[in-house]
């Protein structure tokens, strides 16, 4: 089984700051598989970002996504009052899915 | 608009079977493009996936969770069940049901997520 392991596990920062959050993998990963969830408090996640950098559907550009093989990025580039969450990378590999532990972007 | 809706009892026993069930609207549950898969989420913790199942019947399980869960589909019904065999406390959690594309293997579409208490 492929472990995710995202850091840093708290993130505080200011609106309109760069926020920089990292998914590492056990085991390579294809970047085909690797996605990246939103979720704020009492909701169901959301996808962000599919295939290691394609954003998904209604998701703002200030949203990217990159890396390859063990390593992964989310980067948002000027975050917005909205942005402030817990996120989420997740893989798959070998018939199975597993998701990193989080990264909760709070407001300093 | 497709939309996805868990539902089953919110307190089960332990040493129980969980049982829940998603119900599609808005798709079928028949598309060659898509898999349909149970997540839970433990109180202050993160994601777990617990199971995914293809229209056709293949199912694929959290090793973790394989002696336990079983997923099922019945399409005439554009539904999909998960049962949880032998509950602790420990499988307490919000389960969720969500679509999972097939080619990138994401999880694009998500229920709402209902809360499952185990307790006696």
């Known amino acids: 089984e492929i472990v995710l392991t995202q850091s840093p596990g708290t993130l505080s920062l200011s609106p309109g700051e760069r926020a920089t959050l990292s998914c590492r993998a056990s085991?390579?990963?294809?970047?085909?598989?690797l996605a990246w969830y939103q979720q704020k408090p009492g909701q169901a996640p959301r996808l962000l970002i599919y295939?290691?950098?394609s954003r998904a559907t209604g998701i703002p550009d200030r949203f990217s996504g990159s890396g390859s093989g063990t390593d992964f990025t989310l980067i948002i580039s000027r975050l917005e009052p909205e942005d402030f969450a817990v996120y989420y990378c997740?893989?798959?590999?070998?018939?199975?899915?597993?998701f990193g532990q989080g990264t909760k972007v709070e407001i300093k | 608009q497709l939309q996805l809706q868990e539902s089953g009892p919110g307190l089960v026993k332990p040493s129980e079977t969980l049982s829940l069930t998603c119900t599609v609207s808005?798709?079928?549950?028949?598309?060659?493009?898509?898999?349909w898969g149970w997540i839970r989420q433990p109180p202050g913790k993160g994601l777990e996936w617990i199971a995914t199942i293809y229209y056709s019947g293949t199912t694929y399980y959290n090793p973790s969770l394989k002696s336990r869960a079983s997923i099922s589909v019945d399409t005439s019904k554009n539904q999909f069940s998960l049962k949880l065999r032998s509950v602790t406390a420990a499988d307490t959690a919000v389960y969720y049901c969500?679509?999972?594309?097939?080619?990138?293997?994401?999880?694009?579409?998500w229920g709402k997520g209902t809360t499952v208490t185990v307790s006696s």
């Open positions: 808005g798709d079928s549950i028949s598309s060659t493009s898509y898999y």
């Open positions: 997740q893989q798959y590999s070998s018939s199975a899915w597993t």
């Open positions: 295939g290691a950098s």
């Open positions: 085991q390579s990963v294809s970047s085909s598989y």
């Open positions: 969500a679509r999972n594309y097939y080619f990138y293997n994401y999880m694009d579409v």
